[in-house]
């Protein structure tokens, strides 16, 4: 038997070898890496039931899946697949890779136990255009992370599947199945990933017809993973572009989620914990006799979304598994509702969005005027955008926005952000790098120790999600530094800083080591 040295689990061996046993271990090690975890059960969740899909007391652990022509599992998923097309080595190993790398990046197996293939590898064994989706996504996905663009094969791949996608969509039996509407599924998807904003909301508003002439999204509900991956599709779409949500556009449940009703906001303030003794008074409140209903919509996704991060703590810490219906469901519907309350001041922050913006450009005009090329009309410029800086001033940032954008910026990172592309979301980018800006500029409130340790997670959320520029750096810095000094921190370890975030929301083995790399910059820079 010879083992390989630059990959030690490819081994070797003649008919008549055997494996030793530590060699044994090491390859079940590898092959289970993943599998067989615990799930951990989060309170309350057996009567959560299912936000999606309004039920009360519905198993968030189980899908119905269609009847599939795939028979159960005895060697490898690749050695039991009828695929549609025949199959040479190169498409072999695209299937393959979009099976386990590609899936592993859009599904961390960190967060929650890996989402069941079965009805993904049915649609490989009938549909000719989700198959080529596949490969041309795959392909794609591996181009991209190497060079920052595809290839011919990407682009062969994708006419192909197109081509067979629009003989699916002539067909009535076909046009509305689920293979099709995983196949523009995967279309905006890809789209997405490549930053090609204007393509995914095309093939969203696609998607969106093709699920409303099927019943709407709960009529998918016998297939849970398909049904929450368009939501997942349609949050990315609206964070990344600023539009609006395609579904649940009307009638979202402000209701807690993942709390019992004994814990729920809506009963009472005081047996809530620290996280609402805290920010509850930083929230609005409205003059009117549904007072305590209108100042719990933001707090109970923040108290939804801390409880989801002490189980993932707690699930990382103890080896066992959040289940993966309940971390998407979890993530959809705080999602949602953080998007519902953006809509609802979208007119105020969308000016302030362009002040940022006008702002920037002076900055970039500033530092440009040394250069003689172009003085006369870069001179123009620059006293208009300052005309447009004086009319108007940066303002403090409330505590509601830092709290709603914050949250938006920290579920991005865990649920929409794929691993090893560089996809920054644009829109919500741009409002949360505003924020940066007034934190940064804008006096700041005085004596108000909650404000500043909201302030400071807000920073530590921004930097670890969206916000990787430069320009953002030096911003992020100068806000961080002036809300530390305010707080008395200038002296604190990390330790210390940890603290403080995770008095609100914090997944350490997400977001620490990218959060210590930007504390260790800030104490240098101080």
């Known amino acids: 038997m010879v ?17 030793d046993p530590a060699a044994r271990k090491r390859l079940r090690s590898h092959v289970m890496r993943g599998k067989n975890q615990k799930k ?46 025949e199959m040479d080595p190169y498409k072999w190993e695209l299937t393959y890779k979009w099976l386990t790398v590609v899936k592993e990046s859009v599904y961390p197996v960190e967060v929650c136990v890996q989402p069941s293939e079965g009805q993904w590898i049915e649609y490989l064994a009938y549909d000719r255009a989700y198959f080529y989706t596949i490969l041309s996504s795959t392909q794609g996905f591996l181009d991209f992370a190497r060079e920052a663009k595809f290839g011919t094969k990407t682009i062969q791949h994708l006419n192909k599947a197109l081509h067979l996608l629009r003989e699916n969509l002539a067909v009535t039996e076909y046009a509305t199945s689920d293979s099709t509407i995983s196949t523009v599924l995967t279309l905006t998807w890809f789209s997405d990933m490549l930053d090609n904003s204007d393509a995914a909301q095309k093939h969203m508003k696609g998607l969106y017809h093709l699920v409303s002439l099927r019943g709407g999204i709960q009529a998918l509900r016998h297939n849970l993973e398909l049904q929450s991956k368009i939501l997942r599709a349609d949050l990315a779409v609206a964070v990344s572009t600023g539009c609006k949500p395609l579904f649940f556009r009307e009638g979202v449940s402000w209701r807690p989620y993942l709390l019992t009703r004994q814990r729920s906001a809506f ?41 989801f991060c002490l189980a993932a703590n707690l699930a990382y810490q103890t080896g066992r598994k959040i289940p993966a219906n309940l971390y998407r469901e979890t993530l959809v519907s705080v999602q949602y509702r953080l998007l519902a309350l953006q809509d609802e001041a979208r007119s105020d922050e969308d000016q302030a969005v362009l002040i940022t913006e006008t702002a920037a450009r002076v900055d970039a005009l500033e530092k440009q005027s040394s250069k003689e090329l172009n003085k006369e009309s870069e001179t123009t410029e620059r006293d208009t955008a300052v005309k447009s800086r004086h009319i108007f001033p940066t303002a403090p940032t409330s505590p509601e926005t830092l709290l709603r954008l914050g949250m938006l910026a920290f579920t991005t990172a865990i649920f929409l952000l794929i691993k090893q592309m560089p996809v920054r979301y644009q829109d919500l980018a741009q409002r949360v ?33 969206v916000l990787g520029e430069s320009e953002d750096e030096v911003l992020l810095t100068r806000a961080a530094s002036r809300v530390i000094d305010d707080l008395k921190l200038d002296k604190a370890l990390w330790a210390d800083i940890r603290d403080v975030l995770k008095e609100y929301m914090w997944i350490d083995w997400v977001y620490t080591k990218g959060a210590m790399a930007f504390w260790e910059r800030l104490s240098v820079a101080r």
């Open 3 to 19: 083992q390989s040295k630059d990959f030690p689990f490819i081994l070797v061996a003649t008919p008549a070898a055997k494996l």
């Open 40 to 85: 951990i059960k989060m309170s309350g969740s057996s009567v959560l039931g299912s936000w999606i899909n309004d039920q009360q007391h519905d198993s968030l652990g189980l899908s119905r899946a269609a009847s599939s022509p795939i028979f159960p599992r005895v060697g490898t998923v690749m050695s039991h697949i009828p695929f549609v097309e």
């Open 267 to 307: 009963l009472s303030k005081k047996a809530l914990g620290t996280l609402s003794e805290t920010i509850g008074p930083l929230l609005p409140a409205k003059d009117d006799d549904d007072n305590d209903i209108a100042d719990s919509r933001l707090l109970n996704v923040a108290l939804d979304l801390r409880e």
């Open 433 to 465: 790098r505003h924020c940066v800006y007034g934190l940064a500029e804008a006096p700041l409130e005085k004596e108000n120790v909650e404000i500043g340790k909201l302030t400071l997670w807000f920073l530590f959320a921004a930097k670890t999600s």
